[in-house]
C-alpha cells in the first residue's frame, strides 16, 4: 500500500480502542451517520440509568453538564458560550436564520448548486417572501469564490455555504469567504456539519456570522443533538424563533408571564433539551479535544487528510476514479470515486456486506475516514471494492 505507516502513531490506535464499532467494522461513512463513541455510549447509558431510578432529582446535575458542555463546544469553535444554542439538527439552525432574518422583498441569498437539501429549501422557501435565492454553479464540486462575488450585488444579504461539499468533499476557504462578503457588507451562513470536528475554526479571527451543525457526523456523537452559532452582535437582528419557557431571562419562574428573552443563544432552544443527546455529544466533544481538536491545532485535521490522500491512492491503484482536490487546503475527509462500469449503490452494497462502511452520493462512492481509521481498514476498503 502506497504511502507512509499511518498507523505507528500510538494516540490513534488509542482513540481507535475509544470507538466500539471499529472492533467490526472498516468504517468509512463519518460523513453520513458516523458511529457514535464509547465515551459517549457510556454517558447516555449513565444518563439512562439516572433518569429511570432517580427521575428529575438529578435534574439540577444534568444542567450544569449542559452548561459544561456548551463551554467546551464554544472553546472549540472560539467563541463565548453565550454565542451558542443546542439545537435538533443543522436544519434547524438554517432555518433560525432563514426564518428570522428580516429580509425585505427585492432582497436576494446566495449559496451553492451541489449543496446538500438542508441548506437550499431553507432559502427557496424564501420566495413567497420575495427574497430570490441564487444559486452559484460548481464544477465537479469545484467551488470559485469569484462565482460568488460576481452573483452578489447590492440586495445580497446573506452567502450561505457549505465548510465541506458532502458529496465533492471540496473544503472551501473560509477566511476568504467571510473577508469577500464582509467587504461588500454581506453576513456568512456557514453550515459546518462536514468540517467541524476535524478542523480547527477559530470565529473571533473567522468572524463567520452564523454556523450550524448536527453532532452526528465528525463529532461522533448521537443524532438529535448539534450547535447553532450567533455572533453576539446579530442576537437581536434575527426574530427569535423556536420561542418557549426557556427563551427567557426567568425561565424558571413559570408564574412570571414577560417575554423577557435572554441575551444570549440559548433563547433559540425554547423548551426542554435532548438532554441524553447532548451529553452524549459532550462525551464525544471532550474525546476529541483530548486528542487535539480545538479552534487553532490542527492535529487531528493533518491525520485525517493524510488518510484521506491514503484512500485515494490506494484506489487509484486499481483503477478506480477519484475526486480529490490537488491543492491539499480544499481537501477534507471525504474522498469521491467510481469504478468504471460499476453502479455505484450497488458497490456500496456490497462493501458493507465485506464489513466496510461508505456511502454512495451523486453516482459516486464516497469514503469517509476518520483520525482513527488505520491502514488495516484501509486495505479492508479497497479489498472489498477490488473483489465485488
Known amino acids: 500500500m502506497p504511502g507512509r505507516d499511518l498507523s505507528a502513531d500510538p494516540r490513534w490506535e488509542e482513540m481507535r480502542g475509544l470507538m466500539p464499532a471499529a472492533r467490526e467494522w472498516a468504517c468509512f461513512d463519518h ?23 432517580d427521575g428529575g432529582a438529578k435534574g439540577a446535575e444534568w444542567s450544569r453538564r449542559i452548561e459544561q ?15 451558542v444554542a443546542f439545537v435538533a439538527n443543522t436544519t434547524a439552525g438554517i432555518n433560525f436564520v432563514a426564518e428570522g432574518f428580516p429580509w425585505r422583498e427585492g432582497d436576494n441569498v446566495v449559496t451553492l448548486a451541489g449543496e446538500f437539501p438542508s441548506n437550499l429549501y431553507p432559502w427557496m422557501n424564501l420566495a ?6 441564487r444559486r452559484v454553479a460548481v464544477d465537479d464540486g469545484a467551488v470559485d469564490l469569484a462565482r460568488i462575488d460576481q452573483a452578489c450585488d447590492a440586495r445580497t444579504r446573506i452567502i450561505a455555504a457549505s465548510w465541506v461539499g458532502y458529496a465533492s468533499g471540496w473544503r472551501i476557504d473560509v477566511d476568504a469567504l467571510v473577508e469577500m ?6 453576513l456568512v451562513f456557514l453550515d459546518a456539519i462536514q468540517g467541524l470536528g476535524v478542523f480547527p475554526l477559530d470565529v473571533a479571527r473567522t468572524p463567520v456570522d452564523f454556523l450550524a451543525a448536527d ?3 465528525w463529532l461522533l456523537g448521537p443524532e438529535g443533538a448539534g450547535i447553532f452559532y450567533v455572533r453576539r452582535e446579530h442576537l437581536d437582528l434575527l426574530r427569535p424563533l423556536n420561542v418557549g419557557w426557556n427563551s427567557v431571562v426567568h425561565s424558571h419562574d413559570f408564574s412570571l ?22 451529553i452524549g455529544l459532550g462525551a464525544s466533544l471532550d474525546m476529541l479535544v483530548r486528542f487535539g481538536l480545538s479552534s487553532s491545532l490542527t492535529i487531528i485535521a493533518d491525520r485525517v487528510l493524510d488518510l484521506a490522500e491514503l484512500v485515494a491512492d490506494s484506489l487509484r491503484q486499481i483503477g478506480a476514479d ?20 460499476r453502479e455505484a449503490k450497488e458497490l456500496r452494497w456490497r462493501c458493507r456486506q465485506a464489513g466496510v462502511l461508505l456511502s454512495a452520493r451523486g453516482g459516486r462512492l464516497r469514503a469517509s475516514p476518520h483520525a482513527y481509521v488505520n491502514q488495516h481498514d484501509v486495505a479492508r476498503l479497497i479489498e472489498a471494492v477490488r473483489d465485488v
Open 31 to 53: 460523513a453520513a451517520v458516523a458511529p457514535i463513541s464509547g465515551p459517549a455510549q457510556d454517558a447516555i447509558l449513565a444518563w439512562l440509568r439516572e433518569a429511570a431510578e
Open 69 to 83: 458542555i456548551r463551554a467546551t463546544a464554544a472553546a472549540v469553535i472560539g467563541a463565548d458560550p453565550k454565542e
Open 128 to 133: 413567497s417572501r420575495g427574497v430570490e435565492e
Open 181 to 186: 462578503a464582509h467587504r461588500r457588507g454581506i
Open 215 to 217: 453532532g452526528h457526523k
Open 257 to 278: 408571564i414577560r417575554l423577557d428573552l435572554r441575551r444570549e443563544a440559548a433563547r433559540y432552544e425554547g423548551g426542554s433539551y435532548n438532554t441524553a443527546g447532548i
Open 322 to 341: 477519484v475526486f480529490l482536490p490537488s491543492n491539499r487546503r480544499h481537501r477534507s475527509g471525504i474522498v469521491a470515486f467510481a469504478l468504471p462500469g
